[in-house]
């Protein structure tokens, strides 16, 4: 097919019926990607009950950090496996391959029998299904935008990769639809013991009409040239990472690009719901909502951020919306918990708390497994604190002294489970939590956000401005990152960066910003590791990354 870009007075030419076909077959695999991950978050407590709940607790330790590993770091190895293949044989057939396997795996856990029926093979299983599903993520991404891209004429990849980007929103809403719709109909009871099954039988719809579609797509016209001409890579992998010309333009492309991308990401959207319903205690069906309703406004622009970058560029967008995040998102974040619980913001106002602990005993809690254990008295009450959003001081204690905790003229000693055996620290543990909580709801600190006090309106214009932080660094993103890199290298040198940046830097943004918010008392305190990280690639970009929007993919091997 053509992709020449203009008519014939030089104005823009129309999206073509085929050039619609490429985007909405290569949109269908990011929506199973969004679908498929808000299905985990969503149903992760059904989930464990059902392959977990018989496993002795070192098989949990091992079967948790690999449910892990597929959920984010995985990702990159399936970019560097699949985006050889891509760079080798072409895009349409290699991507077809990660629906095929993202699809199936998907499927497949909606059939798999529980620990009750299998037993250790259940879980087995399920961690294989998402290691395989994480490699197959890998790939879907990196041959979706160079596909459409390399689809796209000249002067409109950044619109035309915009769409791409628009469909988390629809991945949220599809699983929600979904999930709501089968556990009104059948039921909680049914729904926990086997409806929630049926979200994920309902997957092999998507990857019917994606799979359909995607047959009846040609290859890239791009590298379908390169291709007749000879000029494919033979070593993709090699000529990519193993070349310092080409490797320095993926760590340009990470460090100075899609590290910042993915947390500001991040906290626009998954932090955003984290801060509301486990800082703010905002209850879950509300905070969806506001999150929901955001989306939905703002998910327009990440075709308008990506039309723009095709006339003034894509790197003042993508740095720009990392700049303005990092210098916002204090207030930002301080007004949120103004008019969602304003209750909390008058409690930390007017009733100091401190901590006073030997130094020593406290731990940097970041436990992004879900596996550590934290008991020391130090760990146990700061944990108590972070969870129920307490603002303290730190205050040092001699060596050896149990830590205890200050609220006013109130004095509470923690306990400690060094040594304890699990039942007696179970017992000791409850006690302290009946104190504590007695004495910060005496000092005002609530249980929960009154939702007579929620200021709704307010709340989703500030969610809805993280959004459109989102959409600036998302929106031309694909397009940058495919224009980087030449053609024959383009799949396997763009996915890497991409994956480690959204699923290292971003996918550990939530448990980071907990272990910070828990060390240091500050419930906003969370919010430097997004800064840090989007200013250091504001600075990186800014003086080391080109522009790429009037690069011409034909021309550019």
Same mark, same amino acid.
């Not at 969004?34 to 091992?62: C, E, K, M, R």
């Not at 790939?139 to 619109?159: D, I, S």
């Not at 069906?285 to 095709?310: E, H, K, M, R, Y």
């Given at each position: ?405 200050? &609220? ?6 923690? #306990?400690? =489970?060094?040594? $304890?055996? @699990?039942?007696?620290? /179970?017992?000791?543990? %409850? ?99 997004? &800064? ?6 504001? #600075?990186? =970009?800014?003086? $080391?990354? @080109?522009?790429?929007? /009037?690069?011409?993919? %034909?021309?550019?091997?």
């Amino acid at each position: 097919m053509s992709v020449s870009t203009t008519g014939p007075v030089g104005k823009t030419a129309p999206m073509t019926r085929e050039e619609r076909k490429v985007i909405f077959a290569s949109s269908l695999g990011t929506v199973f990607e969004w679908y498929d991950f808000y299905l985990y978050g969503s149903l992760s407590a059904i989930i464990a009950a059902q392959f977990f709940s018989g496993v002795n607790p070192t098989a949990a330790f091992i079967f948790a950090l690999m449910a892990f590993a597929a959920g984010f770091a995985v990702r990159p190895f399936g970019a560097i496996f699949f985006g050889r293949l891509g760079d080798l044989v072409g895009r349409k057939y290699t991507f077809l391959i990660t629906i095929l396997l993202m699809g199936a795996s998907t499927f497949v856990v909606g059939i798999l029998p529980n620990y009750a029926s299998w037993g250790i093979a259940a879980p087995v299983i399920l961690i294989i299904l998402r290691l395989f599903q994480g490699l197959a993520l890998g790939g879907e991404y990196g041959g979706a935008a160079t596909y459409v891209a390399e689809h796209a004429p000249n002067g409109r990849r950044g619109f035309y990769t915009s769409w791409i980007q628009t469909t988390a929103t629809l991945g949220l809403f599809l699983s929600l639809l979904v999930i709501l719709g089968t556990r009104t109909y059948l039921g909680e009871a049914a729904f926990a013991d086997w409806g929630w099954r049926i979200p994920f039988l309902v997957s092999i719809i998507l990857l019917a009409v994606s799979v359909w579609i995607r047959l009846t797509l040609n290859e890239s016209p791009v590298f379908k040239k390169m291709k007749e001409e000879g000029k494919t890579s033979k070593a993709p992998l090699t000529e990519a990472f193993g070349r310092w010309e080409n490797a320095k333009v993926g760590l340009i492309a990470l460090f100075g690009g899609t590290a910042g991308q993915a947390v500001v990401w991040y906290t626009g959207q998954f932090y955003a719901l984290f801060f509301l319903t486990q800082t703010l205690k905002v209850d879950g069906w509300t905070a969806n909502v506001l999150i929901a309703v955001s989306l939905l406004i703002g998910t327009p622009f990440f075709i308008v951020f990506g039309w723009l970058s095709d006339k003034i560029g894509r790197k003042p967008i993508i740095l720009g919306g990392c700049l303005i995040a990092a210098l916002t998102y204090f207030p930002i974040f301080a007004a949120i918990t103004h008019y969602a619980n304003p209750a909390l913001e008058r409690a930390q106002a007017t009733s100091p708390v401190t901590v006073v602990a030997d130094p020593s005993e406290c731990s940097f809690q970041f436990n992004p497994v879900g596996t550590a254990k934290f008991v020391s008295s130090c760990d146990v009450a700061k944990s108590f604190l972070a969870r129920n959003s307490v603002n303290y001081s730190n205050e040092a204690a001699p060596a050896g002294t149990v830590a205890s905790v200050k &609220i006013g003229e109130t004095v509470i000693n923690s #306990v400690s =489970g060094v040594g $304890l055996d @699990p039942a007696a620290f /179970k017992a000791q543990s %409850d006690a302290f939590t009946a104190s504590i909580t007695q004495a910060i709801r005496t000092a005002g600190y609530p249980a929960a956000a009154n939702p007579a006090e929620i200021n709704t309106p307010m709340v989703i214009v500030l969610l809805t401005i993280l959004v459109l932080f989102v959409t600036m660094v998302y929106g031309p993103i694909a397009a940058w990152l495919v224009e980087l890199f030449p053609t024959r290298i383009r799949y396997t040198a763009m996915s890497l960066p991409y994956h480690i940046g959204n699923g290292w830097f971003g996918g550990f943004l939530p448990t980071t910003a907990f272990a910070m918010v828990a060390a240091t008392g500050d419930i906003y305190y969370g919010l430097w590791y997004p &800064i840090i990280v989007a200013l250091a690639t504001f #600075v990186i =970009g800014l003086v $080391l990354a @080109p522009e790429t929007n /009037k690069r011409d993919l %034909d021309n550019w091997h």
